[in-house]
């Protein structure tokens, strides 16, 4: 009885020392704040030191960006525009906005022809990618109205998400054609993510 309760003691002990920490490696952080002024920055991809978090508008609240102190490398994406990119440097506890601003990508072609692919993906979040190239995130690709444009013939699609398994597809599309895909992201033990193709 009497080891149990010091076991018990040890316990507590341990979690008060582990929850102290917790609240100290906070002030030790620093947060980065992205702001953009239209939908266009708004929905964007954004990657930090090479790993992609999500779309600009919802990197706030409960998924806002902590960061350790130093230097770190952000890329903002989005289908059609010019990669904004810039270095930041980071003090502990120390809050920072960077705003943010997309600018179209001249080199940026329509198709005349073109087929349609329809995503409807779970968590909708995910960053997808035609051909290696990131286009936008599964929300804008779903839904009434909303699809991912795209010229015709072979395509790879890539659907990927930081802790969640990668989908990758490949299809044959004839001009017009409509095509859909629908899937559920499995989770995984350790965070994975496409890296788009320079």
Known sequence: MRIRKRSCAM???CSSIFIQASYAGN???GELQLEGATKVEKTSGVWIDGQYLGYL????GSKKILLLPGEHKIAVRQNGYQ???QNVVLHPGEKQ???VTMVKDTRFIMPAVTAEIKISVNPDRAAVFLDGQYVGHAAEFGGVAKSLIVAPGHRKITISLPEYQTFSTEVDLAPKQKFEIKTDLVKS???QMAEPEK
């Open 11 to 13: 316990v507590l002990a």
């Open 27 to 29: 002030d030790v952080l």
């Open 57 to 60: 508008e919802e990197l706030k």
């Open 83 to 85: 990669d904004f990119t």
């Open 97 to 99: 906005l960077l705003t």
């Open 189 to 191: 033990g350790t965070p």
